[in-house]
């Protein structure tokens, strides 16, 4: 009897290895003839590429910056008199906004009146004496007519007529006036005045202190404008434009609302750590207690938009067009890949402007080139970031149902 089991596994690795043959025939006829076909459509294949316009006109760069908010004036209060505290404004406390002239502190003045009126006598004393001498001058002047042939007796008249006694009076009543104007000014002194619009920082006394010429009564800051110190790089300080309105926010505290600076000054000084140019730009009513606007306080941090003067006739290209060698690729009007030179005049935040000699029909190639040779052919289309918006707005309109025709 014949063993079936046998049998069968005798043949089985002989039909594997025809089995095996067969599809490797079939494999490698294959290969052979797809490789060819691909190779006929790559060659009718050219690279699609996304490109943009290039624009050239007047342009009016941009540059962005921030700084710090310092007072234009700020001063120390200190007083011109000795004396004690009569009296203290109730108005004048920290933060509190007063006028020019309105007054601080009072001071008891009993000390400053009593010499006041010790001054007024003295030059009342002065003035009798300047009467008396006045009076010896006209005697002698008198008995100086009576004497006959005064020539042959040498008399010395200046001296006979009394005037250097009446030049000693004289300056004697002149300082008496001058003490009693002082004493007058320190007697108007014992009251201090707030020096200008503004307010008050800090207040270092009371009631019945005791105070000198020495003590600070009042820390004040000028409110009517306060500065701002911000910093440009050297290349754009000759870009500058002085004349024209800075735009000053804090989108973070502010939203969309604006507050206009002007500049005032460049600095002497470049800054410590990057080198860069100081500029002072002043802003008026900055705590706005009339207009609409976002008050601006001293050591606000803000954002800063400086204008620079009109760059006419460049070419505004953007940031990850230029390359290293300030070239940019662009695609001709023969659809071949051609890099053009160009002349860097200035690169804001957002473009650049250059000088370049593009030829008609030039776009720019607004993706990175990759793998890419001059006078590569390609397919143009259009502006990356429209198609980017196109499509998002067909996945959106798909997400809502609706379907539209390419």
Not at 234 to 259: C, E, I, S
Not at 287 to 292: F, G, I, K, Q, Y
Request: proline fraction near 3%; charged fraction near 25%; glycine fraction near 4%.
């Amino acid at each position: 009897m014949i063993n079936l089991r046998f049998t069968r596994n005798k043949w089985l690795p002989l039909f594997i290895v025809l089995l095996g043959v067969g599809l490797g025939y079939q494999i490698l006829v294959s290969a052979q003839q797809k490789p060819v076909e691909y190779l006929k459509q790559d060659k009718k294949r050219a690279r699609i590429v996304y490109t943009d316009k290039l624009e050239k006109g007047s342009a009016i760069p941009i540059y962005h910056t921030s700084g710090f908010v310092i007072p234009a004036e700020s001063v120390k209060v200190n007083a011109l008199v000795s004396g004690n505290i009569k009296v203290v404004n109730p108005l004048a406390f920290p933060g509190a906004m007063l006028k020019k002239g309105q007054w601080l502190v009072k001071l008891n003045t009993e000390d400053l009146t009593l010499a006041l009126k010790s001054e007024q006598a003295r030059l009342v004393q002065a003035q009798a004496n300047l009467a008396l001498e006045q009076a010896e001058q006209l005697l002698a002047r008198e008995e100086l007519a009576l004497v006959d042939n005064i020539d042959g007796f040498n008399i010395d008249q200046t001296l006979v007529l009394r005037k250097p006694q009446i030049e000693v009076v004289k300056s004697k009543v002149i300082i008496a006036q001058n003490n009693v104007a002082k004493a007058q000014l320190n007697l108007s002194r014992a009251t201090i005045l707030m020096p200008f619009d503004g307010k008050i920082v800090s207040k270092n006394i009371g009631q019945g202190s005791r105070i000198t010429t020495n003590s600070t009564l009042f820390s004040v800051v000028n409110t009517q404008r306060y500065w701002i110190e911000a910093k440009v790089p050297h290349q754009f300080l000759a870009l500058l434009n002085t004349q024209a309105k800075v735009d000053v926010f804090q989108n973070r505290l502010w939203g969309n609302q604006k507050r206009e600076a002007q500049y005032i000054a460049t600095l002497p000084e470049l800054d410590s750590k990057d080198r860069q140019v100081k500029i002072l730009l002043a802003i008026d009513n900055p705590l706005n207690e009339t207009l609409s606007q976002p008050k601006v306080f001293i050591n606000d941090f803000l954002n800063i938009a400086l204008k620079g003067k009109p760059i006419k006739k460049a070419w505004t290209i953007k940031h990850h067009w230029l390359q290293a060698d300030n070239t940019i690729w662009v695609v001709d009007k023969k659809s071949t890949m051609q890099k053009r030179d160009v002349e860097v005049l200035y690169k804001g935040i957002d473009d650049i402007f250059v000088n370049a000699k593009f030829q008609k029909g030039d776009k720019a190639l607004a993706e990175k080139p990759g793998i890419a040779s001059i006078g590569l052919k390609v397919k143009r289309r259009k502006n990356l970031a429209i198609e980017e918006t196109k499509t998002a707005k067909q996945t959106d309109n798909k997400s809502q149902g609706v379907d539209h025709e390419i």
